[in-house]
């Protein structure tokens, strides 16, 4: 449908396949001529020989390029009178339904896998009327990109199979979103009908000024949010076994804070403080977080902690980020060092981004970590931490390919911050580096990369450096509240087996409150938690998924992403920020005893979210952050430029042990919880396994 006419040309041209300097040093072009128009429609006819007239079954109806060309290039009389010719359909996985008989052979699938995603699974064998596009044997096209060829396939011949004869496009209202499956924050396209989310699709980004691709998390992975196992009714139970549900947010506000007044004055008797624990899980928004930081100021005897264990230093923001010119110095860079870290599952747009360097030319990637397909070669050269040393000390061969080369970049993950020896290891990369920036050939200096892997994640680390849950505080503590926290985290799930091994001992105190504000409960782990730590009384306060609220986020290059409300929220569910404004609200009627800091200051009218809202961004830009911009404005100190300290560093301990990569399912495992029930990703999951291992599952 490209072709044009070039003057003196006996025949027309296709224009996508020509010089634009060369058409036009030979003569004029002309792209309406009755010659190109005649081209067109008999290009269309031979498009139509053998498509068939499904578009009224058709699941591309409505977004077909077919059907746009044959409106206004077609013809209305037909010459072929033969029988269309039938391709029988392919099985390459849950993702992707394929009617083959529909193909033009556009070979689009087959340049995306290729080149894009690069797994060279499909292609076209067969000559002439026998040519057809598969996988040559039967097999599974796997990929964490395999939903985008059915956004490319100009036809119906591949099509979703989750949205499969479920609703036609013209039905959808389509609304602006963010990925909320990993610490990027792609923007994404929701189609939504009759308050529900039937798909969604890549969105337009605003500062490269192109269409993402995304990957099948973001796809399909939203139904596990609004699966039968999701909350949407408070309740109440006691250790009588009494059951109370769909209580109202009044009697449960009450009973809540009944609860906590009669403890304090009880425990003031007994001479011990009253503590109330506030476990946050890592997906929660700015405006959450910055509540929870006034609640815990004007009451000290609410205590945040975090689910996992985090060792991380945030006195700089380069020290846990993405650099924001990370695009700029991957194009200048012949040399990448990956530490740890699996960049196609963790985040699969800097796999992409490292793919389309490498396909470039001159460039190498050495991983340090366990064996892994990149969908590009790259050299591994170990498991273990005494390699590393090696390299940083200057006594292995690879230290020749990172000072000879130009713009090194050096990239891990957030998990190496869950080691014992993080401080040290941090330390030793950051060391890497400048060195790196002492000796090697480069215009620009080279710094240390971190890949966030979940979209809260930075935000959680810019708030504070909170302490980890532990057994100590399910020991002082009456009160356990766990805030959008998923109970299978790795910390949680050993205290509760080291308690119930009876490993911890000393746990007299009854009566204890458990409180849950999520969207799913794990039934089984929670009685195990309640029977293992004596909570008698579990509170559950139903919230909003992530559609249903609205908040701020900050990606793993620190953007800050905004969220806005999609759907209404299903049942009783409330947003976060609105359950935490009434526990506010509700604290200023009684006078606890424990509150011995009288901050009034701290207390905010926070009556609506705009204000508030205002008032968050007002907090975290008021940040003096240092970077690498801030030191250009100081004075330069005379002497080495890297001397920032007279002292000799003090020893960091390093342990010998191996990186282990913590995500070994790409489909179920993760940061986002929502995908462990999700009916598309345990089918992935589970083809993928089989495919990968000689067990079954």
Request: net charge positive.
């Amino acid at each position: 449908m490209c072709l044009v006419e070039l003057k003196n040309s006996p025949k027309p041209i296709v224009s996508c396949a020509m010089n634009a300097k060369s058409c036009l040093a030979n003569g004029d072009i002309y792209t309406n001529s009755p010659l190109v128009k005649k081209a067109r429609e008999n290009v269309l006819e031979f498009l139509l020989l053998n498509h068939p007239l499904d578009c009224p079954i058709c699941d591309q109806g409505g977004e077909c390029d077919l059907q746009d060309q044959s409106l206004f290039f077609g013809l209305t009389k037909k010459r072929f009178f033969n029988f269309k010719r039938v391709v029988l359909n392919k099985n390459i996985g849950p993702i992707v339904k394929t009617v083959m008989t529909r193909c033009i052979h556009c070979t689009r699938c087959v340049r995306f896998a290729t080149e894009v995603a690069g797994i060279e699974d499909m292609g076209m064998f067969g000559r002439g009327l026998g040519s057809e596009i598969g996988t040559y044997v039967e097999k599974l096209f796997q990929s964490e990109l395999s939903g985008n060829v059915i956004d490319l396939c100009p036809v119906g011949a591949l099509t979703s199979k989750p949205y499969s004869f479920v609703h036609r496009s013209w039905e959808l209202k389509s609304v602006s979103s963010i990925d909320f499956s990993d610490g990027f924050g792609t923007p994404t396209q929701v189609f939504i009908k009759n308050n529900s989310i039937i798909r969604i699709l890549p969105g337009y980004d605003k500062t490269s000024y192109s269409t993402n691709w995304i990957s099948d998390k973001t796809r399909f992975s939203f139904d596990g949010m609004f699966s039968p196992n999701k909350t949407i009714h408070s309740f109440l139970e006691s250790n009588k076994g009494q059951s109370l549900i769909n209580l109202s947010w009044q009697k449960l506000f009450k009973e809540f804070f009944y609860t906590l007044y009669f403890q304090n004055h009880l425990l003031k008797n007994c001479y011990r403080p009253h503590s109330i624990i506030m476990c946050i899980g890592e997906n929660t928004s700015l405006e959450v977080l910055n509540l929870l930081n006034i609640l815990t100021k004007q009451y000290p005897f609410f205590k945040l902690r975090q689910p996992e264990q985090r060792f991380l230093n945030t006195d700089l923001e380069q020290k846990y980020l993405i650099d924001s010119n990370f695009d700029d110095k991957i194009q200048k860079s012949d040399t990448c060092l990956l530490v740890g870290i699996n960049p196609r599952y963790e985040g699969f747009k800097l796999n992409l981004r490292l793919r389309l360097r490498y396909l470039k030319g001159n460039f190498k990637l050495i991983q340090i970590g366990s064996l892994i397909n990149l969908t590009f070669s790259n050299i591994n050269i170990t498991n273990s931490t005494k390699i590393l040393k090696s390299l940083v000390e200057g006594n292995n061969l690879f230290c020749q390919e990172v000072v000879n080369s130009s713009n090194p970049v050096v990239i891990s993950n957030t998990e190496i911050f869950k080691r014992q020896d993080s401080f040290g290891f941090v330390s030793l990369l950051n060391f890497f580096t400048k060195h790196i920036n002492l000796f090697s050939q480069s215009s620009q200096n080279s710094s240390f990369n971190i890949l966030h892997s979940s979209l809260g994640s930075v935000g959680f680390s810019n708030f504070n450096n909170l302490k980890t849950i532990q057994n100590k505080d399910f020991k002082e503590a009456n009160v356990f509240y766990f805030i959008s926290n998923s109970f299978s985290t790795s910390n949680i799930k050993k205290l509760l087996n080291l308690k119930l091994l009876n490993y911890f001992q000393g746990y007299n105190l009854e009566n204890n409150l458990l409180i849950t504000q999520s969207s799913s409960l794990d039934t089984k782990l929670i009685t195990k938690l309640k029977r293992g730590f004596l909570l008698n009384t579990h509170l559950h306060l139903p919230n909003t998924v992530f559609f249903e609220t609205s908040g701020t986020y900050v990606n793993t290059v620190g953007n800050m992403n905004k969220l806005n409300r999609i759907i209404k929220p299903s049942g009783k569910t409330k947003d976060n920020w609105q359950i935490l404004r009434k526990i506010y609200s509700y604290s200023k009627k009684m006078l606890f005893i424990t509150n011995f800091y009288k901050d009034n200051s701290v207390a905010f009218n926070s009556n609506n979210l705009s204000r508030f809202t205002n008032f968050i961004g007002f907090q975290y830009y008021a940040v003096p952050n240092l970077n690498n911009v801030a030191f250009s404005f100081l004075k330069t100190v005379k002497g080495h430029p890297h001397n920032t300290s007279k002292f000799k560093p003090k020893k960091q301990k390093l342990f010998n042990s191996q990186f282990r990569f913590w995500l070994n399912d790409f489909y179920v495992d993760g940061k986002n919880f929502n995908s462990n029930v999700s009916s598309t990703m345990i089918q992935c999951s589970k083809l993928s396994r089989l495919n990968s291992t000689n067990f079954k599952f």
